[in-house]
């Protein structure tokens, strides 16, 4: 049997799946079906390496973050090699990573996303960038294909396929549909946006357009400028272990509970991380 392609998905559209398609015999892949038709046994990711825990002699478990969001790699005994590596790699680190989608549904309502790292190398910013570019090419292909489904009263995969869109992502779409129903597309169009924001000629390519100031609702230029308070404040109390987590509240006058959520957005984005307890470190001042 062919072994099934990678992949190549941010990490908030993986963890926004809430349904997967099991194996129904020995050898078969399960799929985890995005809401914009992912069929995902496999991926490729390409993103910051924040975290590693070791929790076993047998098992490490890793956060790797793109700009969308978290995946969770979890490296197992079958996979010796995958786990020195995570072991002996200083973070934070930019990695490759090739690995299965893999599903803990403890009941009906609740699923639980991983990726179990097949081979997993360092690189560098470049190909991260690659990376990001190219996902985002075929994410827009999906956002294309699902809205030109959703006009259509009865969407089949052949009336996408005559649509020039292939069969896997005709196939994808339809059966998302089938699954989700009608889903909120310009969500995942904003998550694209985001992604290409740091990619700028690529993302005039695309045909976007930087929102200016005046477009943005206040609220939201008011969390930008708080992160960006809290960003300057880790690198001014950094001394060289990181930037305690008190003397940053201090310095802010802020509580734990108005700066966490920040902070929990920043490592998500992998601008900052954690690299012991207690301590804040930016990735890249």
């Not at 490296?75 to 680190?93: D, T, W």
């Not at 005046?214 to 950094?238: F, G, R």
Request: no cysteine.
């Amino acid at each position: 049997m062919p072994r099934e392609p990678a992949w190549r998905v941010f990490a908030s559209e993986f963890n926004s799946a809430k349904h997967y398609i099991k194996a129904t015999e020995p050898k078969m892949p399960s799929y985890v079906i995005t809401p914009l038709g992912a069929k995902i046994s496999r991926l490729f990711i390409v993103g910051v390496l924040t975290e590693v825990r070791v929790v076993s002699d047998d098992a490490v478990k890793a956060r790797v973050v793109d700009h969308t969001g978290a995946f969770y790699l979890f490296a197992g005994k079958f996979r010796p090699n995958v786990r020195q590596v995570l072991e002996s790699v200083n973070v934070p680190q930019f990695v490759a990573v090739v690995g299965k989608s893999n599903v803990y549904q403890p009941n009906d309502d609740t699923m639980y996303l991983s990726v179990v790292p097949e081979r997993l190398k360092v690189v560098n910013e470049i190909l991260r960038d690659y990376w990001v570019f190219d996902t985002a090419r075929k994410l827009k292909i999906r956002i294309e294909a699902m809205q030109e489904a959703l006009k259509m009263d009865e969407p089949t995969v052949r009336k996408l396929v005559d649509l020039g869109f292939s069969e896997k992502i005709s196939d994808g779409v339809i059966t998302a549909i089938k699954y989700y129903g009608r889903i909120d597309v310009e969500r995942y169009s904003e998550m694209l946006k985001d992604a290409l924001k740091h990619l700028l000629p690529e993302y005039q390519e695309m045909g976007y357009e930087m929102p200016s100031l005046e477009e943005e609702e206040e609220e939201e230029e008011i969390d930008v400028e708080l992160e960006q308070k809290v960003l300057e404040a880790i690198s001014e109390l950094d001394d060289g272990d990181g930037a305690s987590y008190e003397e940053l509240l201090q310095k802010l006058g802020m509580s734990s509970g108005d700066i966490d959520p920040i902070l929990d957005t920043l490592k998500d984005r992998g601008e900052i991380y954690e690299p012991k307890i207690g301590k804040l470190k930016r990735l890249s001042a």
